[in-house]
């Protein structure tokens, strides 16, 4: 634990950060990873996860190799793309949004705008971005990832 008031509050504005990178590093916020960081910054465990659990980016959950984040923000909506492309992905994969499949290969995820309303509907499956989906590229790149 820090041992001075200043050096507690310095690490505590470091801890956004360093769960930024323990989750880039592990894939997920594992206890390990949670107790990692707290040893780390001088913080508890249970101040870490505290701040964790709070934010929808950090994951607590093992998370599938590939995460499919689907865009519900209103361009994707309005172009009939939000709720038609999670309901497709939703069944092909045989996972509920939120969930990951049980090979571990796929979590989906459904979030707001990710900055490629011009080309909506769009997606995002970890870094990558794809744009103006159909059902039929959804389906090929399902395939593809899926064979790798
Ligand atoms: S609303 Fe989907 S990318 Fe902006």
Not at 52 to 66: D, H, N, R, V
Not at 79 to 90: F, K, N, R, Y
Request: include cysteine; proline fraction near 5%.
């Amino acid at each position: 634990m820090a041992t001075n008031p200043q050096a507690a509050t310095q690490n505590r504005s470091r801890l956004l950060a360093a769960l930024y990178i323990a989750q880039e590093q592990y894939g997920w916020l594992s206890p390990q990873a949670i107790q990692r960081v707290a040893g780390r910054l001088g913080l508890s465990p249970g101040q870490v996860r505290a701040t964790a659990s709070f934010y929808t980016m950090f994951k607590l959950e093992p998370q599938g190799k590939y995460r499919i984040q689907v865009c519900e923000g209103l361009s994707c909506y309005l172009v009939d793309g939000a709720e038609t492309i999670i309901d497709h992905v939703s069944r092909k994969l045989k996972i509920k949004p939120g969930g990951t499949t049980p090979d571990g290969r796929f979590t989906l995820e459904v979030v707001q705008c990710i900055a490629s309303c011009g080309t909506a509907p769009a997606l995002r499956i970890n870094d990558e971005l794809y744009e103006r989906m159909t059902l039929e590229s959804i389906d090929a790149l399902l395939e593809r990832l899926g064979s790798e």
